[in-house]
T-cell receptor, first 112, second 111 residues
Framework: AQSVTQPDIHITVSEGASLELRCNYSYGATPYLFWYVQSPGQGLQLLLKYFSGDTLVQGIKGFEAEFKRSQSSFNLRKPSVHWSDAAEYFC??????????FGTGTSLTVIP | SQTIHQWPATLVQPVGSPLSLECTVE??????LYWYRQAAGRGLQLLFY??????ISSEVPQNLSASRPQDRQFILSSKKLLLSDSGFYLCAWTNPWSEAFFGQGTRLTVV
């Protein structure tokens, strides 16, 4: 069965510090992988996606993620966090658009 | 361009009352449609998905049901709401080879 694990429920970083949010997946076929961000009370916005090709994916707002097949991981990174990055982050896995599954999310707090 | 509409944005309903949340998609045809629920601190739970008109797959047995009467319309329903049905409900659509696009969500409070 497909699953997505985000081991960190909550992360706090200082503004300007680097960030890495972890995501591990379990999927029988080659997965499509995604990171979404959600501001309070809002829908989800796509940050980046991986379908194939280069395993380092660039997204919006300065985020990037690296697909590591050997580790079944798709960690999200940002070199310097801004206060506006405080939000909930979700990793997701899908395949040809059916059964789109999300992790439980990581809540990011940014301190000045 | 494609858009997704979800309404209402907020809803307060008494226990035992019926529920109907609607989601429509514009600008695409034959999308896969999804209903998710987001409870506090519990991430996004896939409730239902549909690959075509009248085709509904349920991920979690519960008090809710879904229907797809038209290609771009997806409805989430309940005959009698429970307190545990409170949460943030999100509709989404995908096409093969694409990411999921989300509505703005409905905050349901059952009192």
């Amino acid at each position: 069965a497909q699953s997505v694990t985000q081991p960190d429920i909550h992360i706090t970083v200082s503004e300007g510090a680097s960030l890495e949010l972890r995501c591990n997946y379990s999927y029988g076929a080659t997965p499509y992988l995604f990171w979404y961000v959600q501001s309070p009370g809002q829908g989800l916005q796509l940050l980046l996606k991986y379908f194939s090709g280069d395993t380092l994916v660039q997204g919006i707002k300065g985020f990037e993620a690296e697909f590591k097949r050997s580790q079944s991981s798709f960690n999200l990174r940002k070199p310097s966090v801004h206060w506006s990055d405080a939000a909930e982050y979700f990793c997701a896995v899908g395949h040809t658009g059916n059964q789109f599954y999300f992790g439980t999310g990581t809540s990011l707090t940014v301190i000045p | 361009s494609q858009t997704i509409h979800q309404w209402p944005a907020t809803l307060v309903q008494p226990v035992g009352s019926p529920l109907s949340l609607e989601c429509t998609v514009e600008g695409t045809s034959n999308p896969n449609l999804y209903w998710y629920r987001q409870a506090a601190g519990r991430g996004l739970q896939l409730l239902f998905y549909s690959v075509g008109i009248g085709q509904i797959s349920s991920e979690v047995p519960q008090n809710l049901s879904a229907s797809r009467p038209q290609d771009r319309q997806f409805i989430l329903s309940s005959k009698k709401l429970l307190l545990s049905d409170s949460g943030f409900y999100l509709c989404a659509w995908t096409n093969p080879w694409s990411e999921a696009f989300f509505g703005q969500g409905t905050r349901l409070t059952v009192v």
